[in-house]
């Protein structure tokens, strides 16, 4: 599947996945880092708030303390009319503006041994001095848990809040110290002094403590009772135990018990107003063991760091759409190159070369302005080269193969007029053989005459030697020799035209010897021409050629031996004139001259001689036609291995054909730019 | 490579055949009066005119004797980047044979006629010296112009 995408496409999801892993892990890194600054920050600024506001309350409540610490040392050491502490009480409420009341409490019969009650009491009730005896059977203060709380423990303690009994809804608590009697080097229980304080001034101090928008501060008592809190509702009435309980929630419930414990602690949890998730601070007040919690909105004190991780993000995002676009910018610039020269390539691989150089000069003409000197160039300059190289190629072989064709058609041409060419020389041979018979049966017949003549004369021999008698028929004889002469003149002049008969076949043959020459001269030059494919024809040219001449030499020995049977029939045309000639004067003598007889008879013999040379010229001839036979037996053998070379070499040109077909079928698969 | 040869005197010499046309027989030619040195006359040949030189009578001053064995050798002596082709015929005697050859067989003939510039390299063969003869080089490039100027100028008459 990937690898069928782009190369863009990888190397973006590449890059930008290894980035968005990078960006991811310095975000992840920074939120963490920063949440905990920002944690450690919100922690140390609760601790200060908690610490300052628990500072001012215990102000307080140990300016309270130092007032009834003062007031039970003063009434222990004093023993004083009842009159003098009334007035002294007066006094320290008068003086101390923190105290809205106080109570000077003492064991029954313990002041004076006739007073079972004494317990003044004087209060700011409605910024009014009051003063209330509260030592009477009704009240009964004896029982009250200010009273009673520090008898039975030996010391000092910080009532629960409370409403005040005489009236109005101030919510009070009250400190109450016991004062003993030294006597007898032992101390007896001898009363009770207290101090109440009002708890307005909480309202004011919770309200001015602001946690950012929501966030707020609480305190509750050592019960868990709510004494203060922004929500009216729970002050005074409910207990941080009866809400956990109410809302179900264990969480708040533990830590309800760890700050009624007086613990220490910074916990996650859940804002009892807004429900919205906080951060609690709790610490215990010292004096009294009430708990002060300092809630935090974690939705506000983190909004700083969201708002700078949303930045972050967003300008990532930019980041990441800007690298994006960077990279496919690259990409597509490294890529683009590529995808023209993969055309190139296919159109190369498809034959269309023209097509190929058009594309590869497109992307040089575009390169050009730049300057570049990349692998891309390389690979284009590469594949320029061999789109060149295949075009001189591919245009290279179309010529030759243009060039083989036309030799080829050149040499078709030459072998049909060779084979006329031989055809007709087998055609003059076949004329010549039968011309040379023909002279053959001439000559025979000239034989015969000759012998007949030959007879003739040893008649007259005979007859002259025989001594025989009448001259007339000497006569007779001699005139029948004298008939003789003109057929034996008639038959040489015969054989000489047929010698020129056998002169004109030869210079046929001599012609077509020549032609033969210059036929195979021309279809040498043109296999050579042809290059390696014609050295098989070369072969059968230079074959052809020797042929030709021995045709040519054979011709030859044929002029030669038509040149001798000329001189022969020539030596024989001479022996005949001069034996008519001889003849006639003998004829003459045998008129003139009856008595020379014996004359007669050598002469007679003498012609026989003569015979005999004509006979011997005779056999010359007959022998010479014989040999001409001969050579047109040699004549025509040659041409049949003419023609077998012929064929040969129409095989040997087929298979060239073929070859160059082959070759320009193959070649015809790139097309060459026009 | 193959070479045409040819003999003028008792002397042979060879045509390299890469650029030879055609050998034809000797035909009449056209006389052509006043024509320069060497020149035999003007050839149909294929309905085309080619001049055509006499070798014998440039090497030995003896023009070529009329024989069967004398032909016109018709060669392309056009430059490479021609578009036509420019064809010379050439006159010579006993043109019966070709030897294949190689360049290395050819030796310098070490003798510079300045007036002969086509006579080329020797080689020898089983019965005598050859010399190449270089057909482009028989004719100097002036008397060149004017022949095929000629030439043309017969073709278009």
Same mark, same amino acid.
Request: hydrophobic content about 45%; proline content about 3%; some cysteine.
């Given at each position: 599947?990937?690898?069928?995408?782009?190369?863009?496409?990888?190397?973006?999801?590449?890059?930008?996945?290894?980035?968005?892993?990078?960006?991811?892990?310095?975000?992840?890194?920074?939120?963490?880092?920063?949440?905990?600054?920002?944690?450690?920050?919100?922690?140390?600024?609760?601790?200060?708030?908690?610490?300052?506001?628990?500072?001012?309350?215990?102000?307080?409540?140990?300016?309270?303390?130092?007032?009834?610490?003062?007031?039970?040392?003063?009434?222990?050491?004093?023993?004083?009319?009842?009159?003098?502490?009334? !007035?002294?009480?007066?006094?320290?409420?008068?003086?101390?503006?923190?105290?809205?009341?106080?109570?000077?409490?003492?064991?029954?019969?313990?002041?004076?041994?006739?007073?079972?009650?004494?317990?003044?009491?004087?209060?700011?009730?409605?910024?009014?001095?009051?003063?209330?005896?509260?030592?009477?059977?009704?009240?009964?203060?004896?029982?009250?848990?200010?009273?009673?709380?520090?008898?039975?423990?030996?010391?000092?303690?910080?009532?629960?809040?409370?409403?005040?009994?005489?009236?109005?809804?101030?919510?009070?608590?009250?400190?109450?110290?016991?004062?003993?009697?030294?006597?007898?080097?032992?101390?007896?229980? +001898?009363?009770?002094?207290?101090?109440?304080?009002?708890?307005?001034?909480?309202?004011?101090?919770?309200?001015?403590?602001?946690?950012?928008?929501?966030?707020?501060?609480?305190?509750?008592?050592?019960?868990?009772?709510?004494?203060?809190?922004?929500?009216?509702?729970?002050?005074?009435?409910?207990?941080?135990?009866?809400?956990?309980?109410? !809302?179900?929630?264990?969480?708040?419930?533990?830590?309800?018990?760890?700050?009624?414990?007086?613990?220490?602690?910074?916990?996650?949890?859940?804002?009892?107003?807004?429900?919205?998730?906080?951060?609690?601070?709790?610490?215990?007040?010292?004096?009294?063991?009430?708990?002060?919690?300092?809630?935090?909105? !974690?939705?506000?004190?983190?909004?700083?760091?969201?708002?700078?991780?949303?930045?972050?993000?967003?300008?990532?995002?930019?980041?990441?759409?800007?690298?994006?676009?960077?990279?496919?910018?690259?990409?597509?610039?490294?890529?683009?190159?590529?995808?023209?020269?993969?055309?190139?390539?296919?159109?190369?691989?498809?034959?269309?070369?023209?097509?190929?150089?058009?594309?590869?000069?497109?992307?040089?003409?575009?390169?050009?302005? !730049?300057?570049?000197?990349?692998?891309?160039?390389?690979?284009?300059?590469?594949?320029?080269?061999?789109?060149?190289?295949?075009?001189?190629?591919?245009?290279?072989?179309?010529?030759?193969?243009?060039?083989?064709?036309?030799?080829?058609?050149?040499?078709?041409?030459?072998?049909?007029?060779?084979?006329?060419?031989?055809?007709?020389?087998?055609?003059?041979?076949?004329?010549?053989?039968?011309?040379?018979?023909?002279?053959?049966?001439?000559?025979?017949?000239?034989?015969?005459?000759?012998?007949?003549?030959?007879?003739?004369?040893?008649?007259?021999?005979?007859?002259?030697?025989?001594?025989?008698?009448?001259?007339?028929?000497?006569?007779?004889?001699?005139?029948?020799?004298?008939?003789?002469?003109? +057929?034996?003149?008639?038959?040489?002049?015969?054989?000489?035209?047929?010698?020129?008969?056998?002169?004109?076949?030869?210079?046929?043959?001599?012609?077509?010897?020549?032609?033969?020459?210059?036929?195979?001269?021309?279809?040498?030059?043109?296999?050579?021409?042809?290059?390696?494919?014609?050295?098989?024809?070369?072969?059968?040219?230079?074959?052809?050629?020797?042929?030709?001449?021995?045709?040519?030499?054979?011709?030859?020995?044929?002029?030669?031996?038509?040149?001798?049977?000329?001189?022969?029939?020539?030596?024989?045309?001479?022996?005949?004139?001069?034996?008519?000639?001889?003849?006639?004067?003998?004829?003459?003598?045998?008129?003139?001259?009856?008595?020379?007889?014996?004359?007669?008879?050598?002469?007679?013999?003498?012609?026989?001689?003569?015979?005999?040379?004509?006979?011997?010229?005779?056999?010359?001839?007959?022998?010479?036609?014989?040999?001409?036979?001969?050579?047109?037996?040699?004549?025509?053998?040659?041409?049949?291995?003419?023609?077998?070379?012929?064929?040969?070499?129409?095989?040997?040109?087929?298979?060239?054909?073929?070859?160059?077909?082959?070759?320009?079928?193959?070649?015809?698969?790139?097309?060459?730019?026009? | 490579?193959?070479?045409?040869?040819?003999?003028?005197?008792?002397?042979?010499?060879?045509?390299?055949?890469?650029?030879?046309?055609?050998?034809?027989?000797?035909?009449?030619?056209?006389?052509?009066?006043?024509?320069?040195?060497?020149?035999?006359?003007?050839?149909?040949?294929?309905?085309?005119?080619?001049?055509?030189?006499?070798?014998?009578?440039?090497?030995?001053?003896?023009?070529?004797?009329?024989?069967?064995?004398?032909?016109?050798?018709?060669?392309?002596?056009?430059?490479?980047?021609?578009?036509?082709?420019?064809?010379?015929?050439?006159?010579?005697?006993?043109?019966?044979?070709?030897?294949?050859?190689?360049?290395?067989?050819?030796?310098?003939?070490?003798?510079?006629?300045?007036?002969?510039?086509?006579?080329?390299?020797?080689?020898?063969?089983?019965?005598?010296?050859?010399?190449?003869?270089?057909?482009?080089?028989?004719?100097?490039?002036?008397?060149?112009?004017?022949?095929?100027?000629?030439?043309?100028?017969?073709?278009?008459?």
């Amino acid at each position: 599947m990937h690898s069928q995408q782009s190369i863009t496409f990888q190397l973006s999801l590449l890059i930008i996945s290894s980035v968005a892993l990078i960006f991811a892990l310095v975000f992840g890194y920074n939120y963490y880092i920063s949440r905990q600054l920002v944690m450690q920050g919100v922690e140390r600024e609760a601790q200060q708030i908690a610490r300052a506001t628990l500072k001012r309350i215990e102000t307080v409540l140990y300016s309270v303390q130092k007032v009834v610490q003062g007031m039970s040392q003063t009434v222990q050491n004093m023993a004083c009319p009842q009159q003098d502490l009334v !007035r002294y009480l007066k006094a320290v409420v008068e003086s101390n503006p923190e105290v809205y009341g106080s109570v000077i409490a003492f064991e029954p019969y313990t002041l004076a041994s006739d007073v079972q009650y004494f317990c003044p009491y004087y209060c700011k009730q409605d910024g009014k001095l009051t003063y209330v005896d509260l030592g009477n059977a009704s009240y009964n203060y004896l029982n009250w848990a200010w009273y009673t709380t520090p008898k039975s423990n030996n010391c000092a303690v910080w009532s629960d809040p409370y409403f005040d009994e005489g009236g109005g809804n101030i919510v009070l608590t009250t400190y109450s110290v016991p004062f003993y009697a030294m006597r007898d080097a032992g101390k007896r229980f +001898q009363g009770v002094v207290t101090a109440d304080l009002s708890l307005d001034w909480l309202k004011d101090l919770f309200a001015s403590i602001r946690i950012y928008q929501t966030g707020y501060a609480f305190l509750i008592s050592n019960k868990g009772t709510f004494i203060a809190h922004p929500d009216a509702a729970l002050v005074m009435k409910e207990t941080i135990f009866s809400v956990a309980n109410k !809302r179900k929630n264990l969480l708040l419930e533990q830590v309800g018990r760890r700050m009624v414990n007086g613990d220490t602690g910074f916990i996650p949890m859940k804002c009892l107003l807004t429900n919205k998730d906080c951060f609690l601070y709790y610490a215990p007040l010292a004096a009294n063991g009430w708990s002060l919690g300092v809630l935090f909105p !974690r939705a506000e004190f983190m909004a700083d760091v969201n708002r700078l991780n949303q930045v972050v993000l967003i300008l990532t995002a930019i980041g990441f759409f800007l690298l994006l676009a960077v990279i496919i910018l690259v990409a597509r610039s490294i890529t683009r190159p590529l995808t023209r020269l993969t055309e190139a390539a296919e159109a190369v691989a498809e034959g269309r070369l023209g097509d190929a150089s058009r594309l590869a000069q497109e992307m040089a003409g575009r390169a050009a302005g !730049r300057k570049v000197r990349n692998e891309v160039l390389r690979l284009r300059q590469a594949i320029t080269t061999m789109i060149h190289s295949l075009e001189s190629v591919v245009s290279q072989m179309g010529k030759s193969g243009v060039l083989v064709t036309a030799s080829r058609a050149q040499i078709d041409t030459s072998a049909r007029q060779l084979e006329s060419a031989v055809t007709q020389q087998a055609a003059s041979i076949n004329e010549a053989g039968a011309t040379s018979k023909e002279i053959s049966t001439t000559t025979q017949q000239l034989a015969q005459t000759m012998d007949q003549v030959t007879q003739s004369a040893t008649e007259t021999a005979t007859l002259a030697g025989g001594g025989v008698t009448s001259l007339a028929d000497m006569k007779t004889a001699v005139q029948s020799l004298m008939e003789s002469t003109p +057929q034996i003149a008639a038959k040489l002049g015969l054989i000489s035209q047929k010698t020129s008969n056998i002169n004109q076949v030869v210079v046929t043959i001599v012609k077509v010897a020549n032609q033969t020459n210059l036929l195979s001269l021309n279809a040498s030059i043109e296999a050579d021409k042809a290059g390696e494919y014609g050295l098989g024809f070369s072969v059968v040219a230079s074959e052809i050629r020797r042929l030709a001449d021995q045709t040519a030499v054979a011709a030859l020995d044929i002029e030669n031996m038509v040149a001798e049977m000329r001189t022969a029939v020539s030596e024989g045309v001479a022996a005949v004139g001069n034996y008519t000639s001889q003849a006639q004067i003998s004829s003459e003598k045998i008129v003139k001259l009856s008595d020379d007889l014996s004359r007669i008879i050598d002469q007679t013999q003498q012609l026989s001689a003569r015979f005999e040379t004509v006979n011997e010229s005779m056999q010359t001839q007959s022998q010479g036609a014989r040999q001409i036979n001969e050579a047109m037996e040699q004549l025509g053998e040659t041409a049949r291995l003419t023609h077998d070379a012929l064929s040969e070499f129409k095989k040997v040109t087929e298979q060239m054909s073929d070859a160059v077909c082959g070759l320009q079928s193959e070649v015809a698969r790139f097309s060459v730019r026009a | 490579m193959l070479l045409l040869i040819f003999q003028s005197g008792e002397d042979r010499y060879g045509l390299d055949a890469s650029r030879i046309i055609e050998v034809v027989p000797l035909a009449s030619l056209k006389h052509v009066p006043h024509a320069p040195e060497g020149m035999a006359g003007l050839l149909n040949y294929r309905g085309t005119i080619v001049p055509v030189m006499d070798l014998s009578a440039l090497l030995t001053g003896t023009p070529s004797r009329a024989r069967l064995s004398t032909r016109i050798v018709l060669v392309d002596v056009s430059p490479e980047d021609s578009p036509a082709p420019r064809i010379l015929g050439f006159m010579a005697e006993r043109v019966t044979e070709t030897i294949r050859y190689r360049e290395q067989d050819l030796q310098v003939s070490g003798v510079a006629v300045p007036g002969a510039p086509y006579l080329g390299k020797i080689m020898l063969d089983q019965y005598a010296m050859v010399q190449r003869i270089d057909p482009a080089a028989v004719i100097p490039e002036s008397l060149k112009a004017t022949l095929f100027a000629l030439a043309k100028e017969s073709n278009h008459d």
